[in-house]
């Protein structure tokens, strides 16, 4: 499949890009919410809770 | 005697106009304070790259083609990038001696190096405390990513240009004028001088761009959502574990992300870990300010006549545009799509999604502003800063992720 991505036209690679790169912000960012969340002992504190 | 006037017959009408072009950015810089500290300096680069005979790009061209270089470049296009100091001019290359502003460019900006120490100062200069206080509006500053992406599959459909370049172009949607010079060194040298200038103009035009977009997205009923505010506590650890941790994942997710987010998160760990305050205060004064200077002018310097004025020119500074309002409305429509699933009186502003862009903090300032017409009792700018914040986090992952992607699907 991405064999045939990579012959396809630019646009298809742009779409690619586009979802890729937007699920990989989010992927990404939620990753950092979490570590910020874990750092600031959040989770803990429920727990304790 | 035409050896004196060769600075007189040498002026062309296309280096006229690029002098119109340089004064007209010096006047933005100083009269309308548009990002006056890059503006400035390139405006005035681009007029000191066109004058005739000018000397700072190049100090000396050889009067004769290299027909040994030009004959192997022909032969085998891809072996132009082994050859340092060759110019082509109608098909011949010709060795030259760099002048100061092309050294700058060589050793400054092709190299990433001034790039990097910008960020290394940013990076000094973000505080990360309104996100940590409120961390769930790290969201939105994934969200108002949408504009690079949608101005990529723009700028492609336009047909004019290909992947690499229009991912460039996209990246002028980052609000985040380091990386999209950043990107552009990358992808598209070409086009450096238009992708920084968009970059840098609609950066300061946010005030202008981002209401409309708002208003058009949005009701007066959604526009007038009250916020509580809810700050949570958090320890003088998170704020120096953070950026060692987003450098390791960044490092993990696209490596080739590191010199950007790791030169980033260096200097906020420098500002953060309590004892370099001084090597803070000259990373967020002396090291800015000094690499911006170069950069400015540098940037400017590759804006020669026969480089911008040309159609695409238009249609990068178009498609900057188009980048802002759809980073807008990306970050707005997220927010009412988040709306959808929360309780009344639980909701969000709309707007705060529109602060998820890198502009800080002039994003914030807007959406408090609009807040404040539509209700003055209702204050949201605390819960815009802190989606600006985490829009500033959002645009350097983005730009890493293309920098990762593009070049996997191209030849």
Redesign the interface.
């Known amino acids: 499949m991405f064999d045939s991505l990579i012959n396809g036209t630019d646009f298809e690679k742009g779409i690619f890009v586009t979802v890729f790169g937007m699920l990989g912000v989010f992927a990404v960012l939620i990753l950092f919410y979490l570590i910020i969340k874990l750092f600031s002992g959040s989770f803990f504190k429920k727990a304790e809770k | 005697m035409d050896e004196l006037l060769a600075g007189i017959t040498g002026i062309d009408i296309r280096m006229a106009v690029m002098y119109v072009i340089g004064l007209a950015l010096i006047i933005l810089a100083i009269k309308k304070e548009y990002e006056p500290m890059l503006l400035l300096p390139i405006g005035f680069g681009a007029i000191l790259v066109n004058l005739p005979q000018s000397v700072v790009k190049y100090a000396s061209i050889a009067s004769e083609p290299d027909m040994f270089v030009t004959n192997i470049i022909q032969n085998n296009p891809e072996a132009a990038g082994l050859f340092k100091n060759y110019i082509e001019i109608d098909g011949l290359y010709y060795k030259y001696e760099p002048g100061i502003l092309q050294i700058l460019l060589e050793s400054g900006i092709l190299t990433e190096l001034f790039p990097v120490l910008i960020f290394i100062g940013i990076g000094a200069m973000i505080d990360f405390s309104p996100?940590?206080k409120n961390?769930?509006m790290?969201?939105f500053?994934?969200a108002a990513?949408?504009g690079?992406?949608?101005t990529?599959?723009v700028a492609?459909?336009l047909g004019k240009f290909?992947?690499k370049t229009?991912?460039a172009i996209g990246i002028i949607g980052a609000a985040d004028g380091p990386t999209a010079i950043y990107v552009a060194s990358k992808f598209a040298k070409e086009y450096f001088g238009p992708i920084s200038v968009a970059a840098y103009s609609y950066m300061s035009l946010v005030p202008i761009i981002q209401p409309p977009v708002i208003r058009l997205l949005t009701t007066k009923k959604e526009r007038m959502i009250r916020m509580e505010y809810r700050e949570?506590?958090?320890?003088k650890?998170?704020l120096i574990?953070?950026p060692i941790?987003?450098t390791i994942?960044?490092g993990i997710?696209?490596p080739i992300s590191v010199p950007l987010v790791g030169s980033l998160m260096f200097g906020n760990l420098i500002r953060e870990c309590g004892v370099l305050e001084r090597l803070s205060q000259a990373a967020q004064n002396e090291l800015s300010n000094l690499v911006t200077l170069l950069l400015g002018i540098t940037i400017g310097s590759t804006m020669t006549a026969d480089s911008f004025l040309r159609p695409e020119t238009l249609l990068i500074l178009a498609m900057g545009l188009v980048a802002f309002i759809f980073d807008t409305a990306g970050g707005v429509l997220f927010a009412k799509f988040l709306n959808l699933f929360r309780k009344e009186g639980n909701k969000f502003n709309p707007m705060i999604g529109a602060a998820g862009i890198s502009a800080f903090p002039m994003s914030a300032r807007v959406i408090q502003k609009i807040a404040q017409k539509e209700d003055p009792t209702n204050f949201v700018l605390m819960q815009a800063v802190s989606a600006n914040v985490?829009g500033q986090?959002?645009s350097i992952?983005?730009g890493g992720?293309?920098l990762a992607?593009?070049p996997m699907?191209?030849?």
């Open positions: 996100l940590f961390p769930v790290i969201f500053g994934a990513q949408f690079i992406f949608a990529m599959l492609i459909a290909d992947l229009a991912s949570e506590k958090f320890s650890f998170v574990a953070f941790a987003v994942i960044a997710v696209a985490s986090l959002g992952v983005a992720l293309v992607l593009v699907l191209v030849h």
